[in-house]
């Protein structure tokens, strides 16, 4: 059995802490893989692993820019990055070009790893505890508790699947809030913004966060 594993996040604030695992998630029921042999305790043990990743970032000491680069790298071993990006892309990814998108998809991944990585570094003194994992639908859901300094305690699920041939996660639900749909109309409003251009979108991407 997978123990538990505790880690120190960023912010004590509620809206922090979401937006801190707002790097992960997409509503899609993702087709099941019989081939890979994703079962409970390996989607527990991905958590395990990517959280006390970011763990042994937060207390590393390093220089802000090296942290936010190992937390992009944590994100991308760990998240199904396709999945997500094109998720916070909505219908223009089936839209666009592949190396206009394969472009994009690197400048979210940037993005996310400056963005949340900034607020990972201010949620020292806070933990979350990775409690089960069972399967639902075409995937697994991770459950775990965030132990916030003052506040009651939250319910965290991870949605992993082996979509891509290796056990990632594609989503977290906070409190029944899917975390993808606030990426998603953030990107949505710079899309707009650009009036529909990715690669600018792309350009903006690596300037944000």
């Not at 998603?184 to 707009?192: N, P």
């Amino acid at each position: 059995m997978t123990t538990s594993r505790s880690w120190t996040p960023i912010r004590t604030d509620r809206r922090g802490f979401l937006g801190m695992l707002a790097c992960a998630g997409v509503a899609a029921v993702l087709p099941w893989r019989p081939a890979h042999a994703l079962d409970s305790d390996g989607a527990r043990a991905l958590i395990d692993r990517s959280l006390g990743e970011v763990y042994q970032v937060i207390n590393s000491g390093q220089p802000a820019a090296q942290m936010y680069q190992q937390f992009e790298a944590i994100f991308a071993r760990y998240a199904d990055v396709d999945v997500i990006s094109r998720s916070a892309l909505g219908p223009m990814a089936r839209q666009t070009d592949a190396a206009v998108l394969a472009d994009y998809r690197q400048a979210f991944q940037g993005y996310i790893g400056r963005k949340y990585g900034a607020r990972f570094r201010e949620f020292i003194g806070s933990r979350i505890e990775v409690t089960g994992a069972r399967p639902l639908k075409s995937f697994y859901a991770v459950t775990s508790v965030a132990h916030l300094n003052g506040r009651a305690p939250m319910e965290v699920e991870w949605h992993v699947s082996d979509r891509s041939g290796q056990d990632l996660y594609f989503n977290i639900i906070i409190e029944g809030v899917n975390m993808l749909a606030s990426e998603r109309a953030e990107i949505g409003a710079m899309l707009a913004r650009r009036q529909g251009d990715v690669t600018a979108l792309a350009a903006d991407l690596r300037q944000a966060g």
